[in-house]
C-alpha cells in the first residue's frame, strides 16, 4: 500500500511511512517482524493478521482516568464545531493507518461522529462523517473491519441498553443500531459487534435476570433480521466481558455467550469477538477463550490487548508479550485463521505516553508481536513435536477401546464387563507439562 498523503498538513509530520526493515534494524519507527507480503504456512502475514486499529482508542482516547484530566498532546484536536472536527479527524485517522500500512478500522457510532440532541440529529452527524470515512476508504484502500453502536456512554443507557428495565431505552438503542447496521454495510464493512456494555446487572434484587436476558435475545434477533432485510452480509460478533462496567455481565465469557446463542437460536448468525483483557477478567487465559469458541466453531475476530494482572482494570493495554501472541496465533491457525475477522487494536497508550509519536510505536510493538507470535506458531505446527506429544497422551483414545467408546458403540454394561475381567485399568503415563513448556521455549 503506497502513502497517497492527501492531507497537506499532515498530522504526523515527523513519522515517515513505516517499512519492514528486519530484526537487525535500530530504527524504531520500523517493523522487525511485520513484512505483510512474507508469506507463512502458504499465505501472506498480512491475510493471517488482518490488522485493525480500533478509531475509539487512538483517535479518541483523551488519556483521562478515575483520578485525572485528559493528558493527550493532540495538536488536530482544537475544539471547535464537534461535527467539523470528527469530519477532520477522519484525515489524520486514515494519515495514521497508511503510515502503519495498516488495511481496516474498526468504530462505534459515536466515536467517530458526535451525539446529536435528538436521534435524527445524531444520525445526520453520523451519515456526514461516513460519507468521509467512505470517501477516505475509496482514496486509500483501507477497510472497515466492523462496527459498532455505543450503547452504554449516554445516561439513558444507565440501567443497560437491551436489558434496560426502560422499554423506550430498548427502542431508542434498537434505533441506533439499526443506524449502525446500515452505516456499517453503507462503508462495506466485514462484521458487526455487539458489546453491551452495561447489558448486566449490579444488583440482582432489583434486577429480573430472565426476562433482561430474554430482551437481549429478542434485541439480536432484531438486528439479524434487519440486517437480512437490508442485504448486510457482514458477520455478526458477539464480545465477552464479564464486568466492569456492571458487577455481572450477562456476556461473561464464552462459555455463557455460545449458550445465550444457541438457547435463544442465534447460532447460526452470532460467532465470538473476543478480547485478552476481558479473559483475563473473567478469570481465564486468552488461550482457553480461543480454544473454547474454536473448539465449537464460533471463532470469529479478537480483540487485541493485554491487561495488567496487578491492576485489576480492563487496562487495554498494546501487546508485546511473545508467550501470548504465539500462544493466540497458534490456536488461530489450528482453527484456520479468522477472515473474515481480524485483529482490532481495542488497546490505548498509556497515560503517561501522551505524544502523538507513542501510537506509533505502540502499533508497530503491537504488530510486531503478533508477527512474531506469527512465525513462532507456524514453526511449532510444521515441527509438529508439539503436536506428536499431544497425540501421544492420548493414544489409548486411537487404540481399539478407545475407539469403540468415541464412536458410540460401547455401554456402562459392557465397560463394565471390560474392567471386570482386567481388574484394573492401564497404569497412566507422566503428563509431562515441564517437558511440553520446555519444548515451547525452544521456538523462541
Ligand atoms: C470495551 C470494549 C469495546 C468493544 C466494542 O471493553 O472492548 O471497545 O470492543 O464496543
Ligand atoms: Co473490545
Not at 333 to 362: M, Q, W
Not at 370 to 393: H, N, P, T, V, Y
Request: include cysteine; glycine fraction near 10%.
Amino acid at each position: 500500500m503506497a502513502f497517497t498523503g492527501e492531507a497537506t498538513k499532515q498530522a504526523f509530520p515527523d513519522v515517515p511511512v513505516i517499512r519492514y526493515e528486519g530484526p537487525s534494524t535500530t530504527n524504531m519507527l520500523a517493523f522487525r517482524h511485520y513484512d505483510p507480503d512474507a508469506i507463512v504456512e502458504g499465505r501472506p502475514m498480512r491475510e493471517h493478521l488482518r490488522f485493525a486499529v480500533s478509531y475509539w482508542h487512538t483517535f479518541r482516547g483523551t488519556g483521562s482516568d478515575p483520578f485525572g484530566a485528559p493528558t493527550m498532546v493532540r495538536p488536530w484536536e482544537q475544539g471547535g464545531d464537534p461535527l467539523a472536527a470528527a469530519i477532520s479527524r477522519t484525515a489524520v485517522a486514515f494519515e495514521f493507518l497508511e503510515k502503519l500500512g495498516i488495511e481496516y478500522y474498526c468504530f462505534h457510532d459515536r466515536d467517530v461522529a458526535p451525539e446529536g440532541a435528538t436521534l435524527a440529529e445524531s444520525n445526520n452527524y453520523l451519515d456526514a462523517v461516513a460519507a468521509e470515512l467512505k470517501r477516505h476508504q475509496d482514496r486509500t484502500g483501507i477497510k472497515l473491519l466492523w462496527g459498532t453502536a455505543n450503547l452504554f456512554s449516554h445516561p439513558r443507557y444507565v440501567h443497560g441498553a437491551a436489558t434496560s428495565c426502560n422499554a423506550e431505552v430498548f427502542a431508542y438503542a434498537a434505533a441506533q443500531v439499526k443506524k449502525a447496521i446500515e452505516t456499517t454495510r453503507a462503508l462495506g464493512g466485514a462484521g458487526y459487534v455487539f458489546w453491551g456494555g452495561r447489558e448486566g446487572y449490579q444488583c440482582l434484587w432489583n434486577t429480573d435476570m430472565k426476562r433482561e436476558i430474554d430482551h437481549l435475545a429478542r434485541f439480536m434477533h432484531m438486528a439479524v433480521d434487519y440486517a437480512k432485510e437490508i442485504g448486510f452480509s457482514g458477520q455478526f460478533y458477539f464480545e465477552p466481558k464479564p464486568r466492569e462496567p456492571t458487577k455481572h455481565q450477562y456476556d461473561y465469557d464464552c462459555a455463557a455467550c455460545i449458550n445465550f446463542l444457541r438457547a435463544n437460536g442465534l447460532e447460526q448468525y452470532v460467532k465470538m469477538n473476543i478480547e485478552t483483557n476481558h479473559a483475563t477478567l473473567a478469570g481465564h487465559e486468552m488461550q482457553h477463550e480461543l480454544e473454547y469458541a474454536g473448539m465449537q466453531g464460533f471463532l470469529g475476530s479478537i480483540d487485541a490487548n493485554t491487561g495488567d494482572t496487578l491492576v485489576g482494570w480492563d487496562t487495554d493495554q498494546f501487546p508485546t508479550n511473545i508467550y501470548l501472541t504465539t500462544q493466540i496465533m497458534y490456536t488461530i491457525l489450528k482453527y484456520g485463521g479468522l477472515a473474515p475477522g481480524g485483529i482490532n487494536f481495542d488497546a490505548k497508550v498509556r497515560r503517561e505516553s501522551f505524544e502523538p509519536v507513542d501510537l506509533f510505536h505502540a502499533h508497530i510493538g503491537g504488530m510486531d508481536a503478533f508477527a512474531r507470535g506469527l512465525k513462532i506458531a507456524a514453526a511449532m505446527r510444521a515441527d509438529g513435536s508439539i503436536q506428536r506429544l499431544l497425540e501421544e497422551r492420548y493414544a489409548s483414545w486411537s487404540a481399539p477401546l478407545g475407539k469403540r467408546i468415541e464412536s458410540g458403540s460401547e455401554t456402562f454394561r459392557s465397560l463394565e464387563a471390560e474392567m471386570l475381567a482386567k481388574g484394573e485399568a492401564a497404569a497412566c503415563r507422566s503428563g509431562r507439562q515441564e517437558l511440553f513448556e520446555n519444548l515451547l521455549n525452544t521456538y523462541f
